[in-house]
C-alpha cells in the first residue's frame, strides 16, 4: 500500500477504507480464526478490527508499507478482548439454574471428518502455549509477517518476537511429538508448525 492510500485514510476517505478492506479482510480473518478456532468469533474480530481501524486512523503514520501489520495489530487486541468478554459472559452463564441439557450433535459430526482427530489435536497444542506465544505463531508462521512486521503488530521489539517464536516453535513441535508418541495422531506434525503463509501485499 503506498503513502497516498495511508494519507487518504488518514483523512477519512470512504473509498480508501474499502479498498483497505478488500486488501485485508480475508488477512484478518485467517489471523482471526487461528487465533480463536472459531469461524463466528473470527467474523466477529474482523467487523470489530475494521472499526477501530477506522476509529484509530489518525494516529496512523502518513509514511510507511504495507498496512496489514497495523491492522493485525488491531485484530490480535481485538481478539483479546473478544476472548476476556466471553470468559466474563460464560461466568455469568455459569451462575444461572441450569436447565436440561440439549445433545449437541456438533462432536458427532465433526468425528466424522477425516481430519477432525487432528485439527482437535494441533488446537489443544496450541492452547497449552501462552497468549503472546500463540500471538507470535499466528502473525510470524500463518500470517507470514517478518520479525519486523511481527514486532510492530504486537507493539514489542524485534528481538522478542524472536525468542517468542522460537519457543512457541519449540514448544509445539514437543507437544505434538508427546500426542503423536502417544497414538493420539498419525501423519506429519509438521503440519501444525510449518510456514501456511498467506500473501503478502
Known amino acids: 500500500m503506498d503513502t497516498n492510500l495511508r494519507r487518504r485514510i488518514r483523512a477519512g476517505d470512504h473509498d480508501a477504507f474499502g479498498e483497505l478492506f478488500d486488501a485485508y479482510a480475508r488477512s484478518v480473518y485467517n489471523h482471526a480464526f487461528r487465533l480463536t478456532g472459531e469461524w463466528a468469533v473470527a467474523e466477529e474480530v474482523v467487523s470489530l478490527t475494521f472499526l477501530d481501524a477506522w476509529r484509530l486512523r489518525g494516529k ?3 509514511d510507511g508499507g504495507s498496512l496489514r501489520p497495523w491492522l493485525l495489530g ?15 459472559h460464560a461466568a455469568a452463564l455459569s451462575r444461572l439454574p441450569r436447565d436440561e441439557a440439549v445433545r449437541d450433535f456438533a462432536d458427532e459430526v465433526a468425528g466424522r471428518l477425516d481430519d477432525a482427530a487432528r485439527l482437535d489435536l494441533v488446537r489443544t497444542a496450541l492452547t497449552r ?7 507470535v505463531l499466528a502473525l510470524c508462521v500463518w500470517s507470514g509477517l517478518d520479525y519486523r512486521a511481527a514486532a510492530e503488530a504486537l507493539g514489542v521489539p524485534v528481538g522478542t518476537v524472536r525468542s517468542r517464536l522460537s ?12 500426542s503423536h508418541g502417544a497414538g493420539q495422531m498419525r501423519g506429519d506434525r509438521a503440519t501444525a508448525v510449518g510456514p501456511l503463509r498467506e500473501g503478502n501485499p
Open 129 to 135: 502455549l501462552r497468549r503472546a506465544d500463540r500471538e
Open 74 to 88: 488491531i485484530a490480535t487486541n481485538v481478539t483479546r478482548n473478544t476472548r476476556r468478554a466471553a470468559r466474563r
Open 60 to 62: 496512523l503514520d502518513e
Open 167 to 178: 519457543r512457541a516453535r519449540t514448544k509445539l513441535a514437543k507437544y505434538m511429538e508427546l
